[in-house]
């Protein structure tokens, strides 16, 4: 029903700042729940971020809070990730994915897109 793309991934140094987006196609964007995940290599796949239909809810994973914040723009159909003081713990592929309500588990997110690498360096 709902085709996701992100964008915005590349290589940093260590204290510098990326914008991730996911642009969404084919369906209604407010109908569902966002959530940004990463995996790096020879790890779990890891929940991030997540925003709500409306954008009222939003919820990070402990290691990001303060620096990482997750915002979208219905209009556009779009998701971002702004993502501000990395770190190289932050290296990872970078997934959004869309759920059809509020949760941070992977297995209840139904849609995903292709991943962005982003790569932060000492």
């Known amino acids: 029903q709902v085709q996701l793309v992100e964008s915005g991934g590349g290589s940093v140094q260590a204290g510098g700042s990326l914008r991730l987006s996911c642009a969404a196609s084919?369906?209604?964007?407010?109908?569902?729940?966002i959530g940004w995940f990463r995996q790096a290599p020879g790890k779990d796949r890891e929940f991030v971020a997540r925003i709500s239909r409306y954008g009222h809810d939003t919820n990070y994973v402990n290691s990001v809070k303060g620096r990482f914040t997750i915002s979208r723009d219905n209009a556009k159909n779009t998701v971002h990730l702004e993502m501000n003081s990395l770190k190289p713990e932050d290296t990872a592929v970078y997934y959004c994915a869309a759920a059809h309500f509020a949760t941070s588990a992977s297995d209840d997110y139904h849609t995903w897109g292709q991943g962005t690498q982003v790569t932060v360096s000492s």
């Open positions: 084919g369906s209604t964007f407010t109908s569902y729940d």
